[in-house]
């Protein structure tokens, strides 16, 4: 299969310094694929990881693939430059299958030992992009990736006295989004089957996650 032309150099000398996690949210593998390798829609990724965990290739990691868009994380713009973006084949709303998460959990610790990526450093593309991404989805196994070394996950009974926002922010959550969204793309990651207003929970979530942001050896889940 053919790998993508859809790509170009990092820009100012940037390195990867993240991984970003998306979903397809397309009706196979084979069509992502060609979505990706389709000079027309201008759109990428360096890795698509099919059902059954094989892994696909598609830009080198030292190029900048164009799979993240607009958005910013830890105050730092053109993402596109600063990661290495992974897509899992997956319609938005279906679990992701063993061997396709046992092949990502493979990928991740690789890229890691590459670039000198520390979990606090995985996201989901709605981290970094919330109000307008919601990859990797609310069946996306985080906790799982934290219990391998290769993400973080926050403790709801960590002291912590700033305001969610203020916690959420710190984490690396654009400071520039409507308080619903930030809710929303917090929620998505942290806290997928939680409704209505702000509570407690959130809030101390924000704090421990926030913490462990700039933690340097996170603990695992």
């Not at 060609?34 to 094989?54: K, M, N, Q, W």
């Not at 958005?71 to 992974?86: F, H, K, Q, V």
């Not at 990736?145 to 709801?156: K, V």
Request: with cysteine.
């Amino acid at each position: 299969m053919p790998v993508s032309p859809n790509f170009g150099e990092r820009r100012g000398g940037l390195l990867p310094e993240f991984v970003v996690i998306h979903y397809t949210a397309m009706e196979s593998c084979d069509a992502a694929h060609a979505r990706l390798c389709d000079p027309e829609f201008e759109v990428s990724a360096h890795y698509l990881i099919d059902y059954d965990g094989t892994v696909h290739a598609l830009v080198d990691e030292v190029a900048r693939a164009w799979h993240a868009g607009a958005g910013t994380w830890r105050g730092l713009a053109d993402m596109n430059s600063r990661s290495i973006g992974i897509e899992l084949a997956n319609d938005g709303f279906e679990p992701f299958p063993e061997p396709q998460m046992a092949a990502l959990e493979t990928l991740i610790t690789g890229i890691m030992a590459r670039w000198d990526i520390p979990a606090r450093s995985i996201l989901g593309h709605s981290d970094m992009a919330p109000g307008r991404k919601s990859d990797p989805g609310v069946r996306f196994d985080w906790q799982r990736l934290a219990r391998a070394g290769l993400s973080i996950w926050p403790d709801a009974d960590a002291a912590g006295t700033d305001s969610f926002r203020t916690a959420a922010v710190r984490a690396g959550y654009p400071a520039d989004v409507a308080d619903d969204a930030l809710l929303a793309a917090f929620r998505l990651r942290f806290r997928p089957m939680a409704r209505g207003p702000l509570d407690r929970v959130d809030t101390a979530l924000a704090q421990s996650f926030a913490n462990l942001s700039v933690d340097q050896t996170p603990p695992q889940a």
